[in-house]
């Protein structure tokens, strides 16, 4: 509805003016638009609402309808996953701001979409712009979406802790995540499929680091999360997701060829984590260069620590890191399998010592039942320590086969304050081209 000015008046934005006799004014002649199109403006909200006919013996119904937010609110008559609501009136289109309250047909099951008055479906997103995840939509849940010109974002629920933003999501099936450097987008892709599909969200995250927030929301509630990195050389460096609950999480690049799938810190570990429970990480290989003062940071290959942490590394190719190709701290416990393979140096540096492995304050590094293949270049690389043990840290570290022991130069092992290495081959097995030595109530075995 438009201003309509006094009859017979040319400026649109004329306003009314009373008569006065006393003085010979004339006063506006109003149009029969300036009357009808207000009345059926209000009898039209009036009626939307639906709260009671339009009635001349009760002059509150604008007020009430106005009250009642009916006009934004309507049943879902979708299905799960794909709601639907038709608003009274219909909107023309999509716009910022929309607000639809509806209460829930079905629970979700994954990402989902709501399409209002057939305009087309769009995607229910958390505040971050992350699909839904299962059980966040809850059947008879009151849920109030608002549309941010792109997607639905889910303002609040009254479906309990997995229908509010920001609460862990509760994993009530074990779920999968894709990474692609080339392909993925970490702001506009969901994460879920290997390949972006046209016209929604879902798609592959650009970075390993994408996935660990992702992860970091769930509580894995006994489930397990299985996240697949495709090839490629330009990966940055990613600390591992710290999720509440049990189950497992598992980090893959390519196992055949980790040199295929590269995680390069700069400045900072490739690979770091904190308490982070039970994880594999797989077919990846590491690299590490920089300033270690900047952060400060020990620029290590791998880097776990904290009691909470079970990590399994498996095909693993470590090239040149700055510091410790792989570091197993405070209580910690990594397993090796599969392919362990040298292909750079670790000369170390004033903040943190270079070479293969180190466990200290009882971080323990093993070798799994299945024993791993070690191998080095062919060429030489610098190593300062194979193995390195200190303040109660244990190494228990063997290995099927070990190829090109000859081009790993420096020391084979060194341990001390209480640590322990044990291999039962003797102080001749690893490799290196200066004699281990103990200190300090070390002990080799």
């Given at each position: 509805m438009k201003y309509h000015q006094p009859y017979g008046v040319s400026d649109p934005d004329a306003p009314y003016v009373n008569g006065n006799p006393s003085t010979g004014t004339m006063g506006s002649i109003p149009?029969?638009?300036?009357?009808?199109?207000?009345?059926?403006?209000?009898?039209?909200?009036?009626?939307?609402?639906?709260?009671?006919?339009?009635?001349?013996?009760?002059?509150?119904?604008?007020?009430?309808?106005?009250?009642?937010?009916?006009?934004?609110?309507?049943?879902?008559?979708?299905?799960?996953?794909?709601?639907?609501?038709?608003?009274?009136?219909?909107?023309?289109?999509?716009?910022?701001?929309?607000?639809?309250?509806?209460?829930?047909?079905?629970?979700?099951?994954?990402?989902?979409?709501?399409?209002?008055?057939?305009?087309?479906?769009?995607?229910?997103?958390?505040?971050?712009?992350?699909?839904?995840?299962?059980?966040?939509?809850?059947?008879?849940?009151?849920?109030?979406?608002?549309?941010?010109?792109?997607?639905?974002?889910?303002?609040?629920?009254?479906?309990?802790?997995?229908?509010?933003?920001?609460?862990?999501?509760?994993?009530?099936?074990?779920?999968?995540?894709?990474?692609?450097?080339?392909?993925?987008?970490?702001?506009?892709?969901?994460?879920?499929?290997?390949?972006?599909?046209?016209?929604?969200?879902?798609?592959?995250?650009?970075?390993?680091?994408?996935?660990?927030?992702?992860?970091?929301?769930?509580?894995?509630?006994?489930?397990?999360?299985?996240?697949?990195?495709?090839?490629?050389?330009?990966?940055?460096?990613?600390?591992?997701?710290?999720?509440?609950?049990?189950?497992?999480?598992?980090?893959?690049?390519?196992?055949?060829?980790?040199?295929?799938?590269?995680?390069t810190g700069v400045n900072i570990t490739a690979i770091s984590a904190s308490n982070c429970g039970q994880q594999i990480i797989a077919g990846?290989?590491?690299?590490?260069?920089?300033?270690?003062?900047?952060?400060?940071?020990?620029?290590?290959g791998i880097y776990i620590s904290g009691g909470g942490s079970g990590v399994v590394v498996q095909d693993i190719e470590y090239g040149n890191c700055l510091g410790m190709q792989l570091v197993c701290a405070r209580s910690a416990v990594v397993t090796m399998l599969g392919k362990q393979i040298i292909t750079g140096n670790s000369p170390g540096s004033s903040f943190f010592n270079g070479g293969f492995v180190q466990a200290f304050a009882l971080g323990f590094i093993q070798t799994g039942v299945n024993q791993p293949v070690f191998s080095a270049p062919a060429g030489p690389v610098t190593i300062p320590i194979f193995a390195s043990a200190s303040t109660g840290g244990n190494i228990g570290m063997s290995f099927q086969s070990i190829a090109n022991a000859g081009n790993i130069i420096g020391k084979k092992y060194d341990v001390s304050f209480n640590a322990c290495i044990v291999n039962g081959n003797g102080i001749n097995y690893y490799p290196g081209t200066i004699a281990g030595t103990t200190s300090t109530g070390g002990q080799y075995a």
């Open positions: 149009p029969a638009a300036s009357i009808e199109y207000p009345q059926r403006e209000i009898v039209s909200l009036i009626t939307h609402a639906g709260l009671a006919p339009p009635d001349d013996a009760d002059l509150s119904q604008l007020a009430r309808s106005v009250q009642s937010m009916l006009m934004n609110s309507q049943d879902d008559a979708g299905t799960a996953n794909a709601y639907q609501v038709t608003m009274h009136p219909a909107p023309n289109a999509y716009y910022k701001y929309l607000m639809v309250i509806l209460k829930v047909g079905n629970d979700n099951t994954g990402p989902s979409v709501l399409n209002v008055n057939a305009l087309g479906p769009k995607p229910i997103v958390h505040i971050d712009g992350t699909a839904l995840d299962a059980g966040n939509m809850k059947a008879n849940a009151i849920v109030c979406l608002m549309y941010d010109g792109a997607a639905f974002q889910m303002v609040w629920s009254s479906g309990g802790v997995a229908g509010v933003p920001g609460a862990p999501v509760f994993l009530t099936a074990p779920r999968t995540l894709y990474v692609n450097w080339a392909t993925g987008n970490d702001a506009t892709m969901d994460g879920t499929t290997a390949a972006a599909v046209a016209g929604t969200i879902h798609g592959p995250f650009k970075t390993p680091q994408r996935a660990t927030d992702e992860i970091n929301k769930y509580n894995l509630n006994g489930f397990n999360v299985q996240v697949y990195l495709a090839d490629s050389l330009n990966y940055p460096s990613f600390a591992l997701p710290r999720p509440s609950g049990s189950g497992n999480v598992g980090w893959q690049g390519n196992l055949a060829t980790p040199s295929a799938c590269v995680i990846m290989k590491v690299t590490a260069s920089g300033n270690p003062n900047i952060v400060p940071d020990p620029i290590c």
